[in-house]
DNA sequence: CTCACACCTGGAGCGCGCTCCAGGTCAAGC
DNA sequence: GCTTGACCTGGAGCGCGCTCCAGGTGTGAG
């Protein structure tokens, strides 16, 4: 179980600083131990937490249904039901975005192929 | 060759008329015709324009790269090996994309799956 | 002709997700 | 002990991509 500075976090978990100061602030992280001078100390518990929440974000998932995660999450294991009901809703948008993406790759390469034709063509 | 209302080619193309007009202020759409009162009168063409933007928003390209994109297409042909390149940037980078999200997407379903098996064991 | 509703313009406002700042405090190396 | 750089707080500001508004005009049905 270590200890991280804010810096090292930020480094790990690909947020700034800034933006982990504003996860505590607006609850995704809590309860982030501090020095007797008050500097956060991070754990590895934190950091796994932060990679989920990385997880999430990466997958779209807006900043307020984050919180209504973590809140369940601070209440224990009495919610982990509604938590992996909330993460199944999720993983379903996540899967329509997917799928929405990459049909519009899809016609992205098309276009791209329609244009080198027409280079090919007038040279 | 068709003539569509703004309200026709709101629901044809999926944006609100506002970011019809938006997208028309910043230059995203040019030469929108219009009747003799000054309504806009939108073509086939504008629509397949408008499909296109849709396509590259969609695979989350920024308005001003689609701005670049629109003030290479009003010069013409001369441009096409310029848009055509900006193009495969952009489908690199939606590449990219997809593949975070798939990774993502991943853990997500590896989560879940541990939270059922939390479950699972304390009914 | 009238009415209702779609549409027009310019500009302000908004929601999101950070990011930056000022003005201070803490901690580690010399 | 001093310096230096990392860190603290509260709050303001920002960039993006729209969205809304007020106040007025166009247009098509009846």
Request: charged share 30%; with cysteine.
């Amino acid at each position: 179980m270590s200890a991280y500075t804010p810096s090292e976090t930020s480094r790990r978990s690909g947020f700034s600083l800034d933006t982990l100061r504003y996860y505590e602030r607006i609850g995704l992280l809590s309860e982030i131990d501090r020095t007797p001078g008050g500097q956060r100390v991070f754990s590895d518990d934190d950091l796994g937490w932060l990679g989920l929440l990385r997880c999430l974000r990466d997958t779209g998932m807006p900043i307020n249904q984050m919180c209504r995660f973590a809140e369940l999450a601070r209440t224990g294991e009495q919610s982990i039901a509604d938590r992996v009901e909330l993460l199944r809703a999720h993983a379903a948008a996540a899967e329509e975005q997917m799928a929405l993406l990459e049909r519009q790759y899809g016609h992205l390469r098309e276009k791209i192929r329609y244009y080198e034709s027409v280079l090919a063509e007038t040279p």
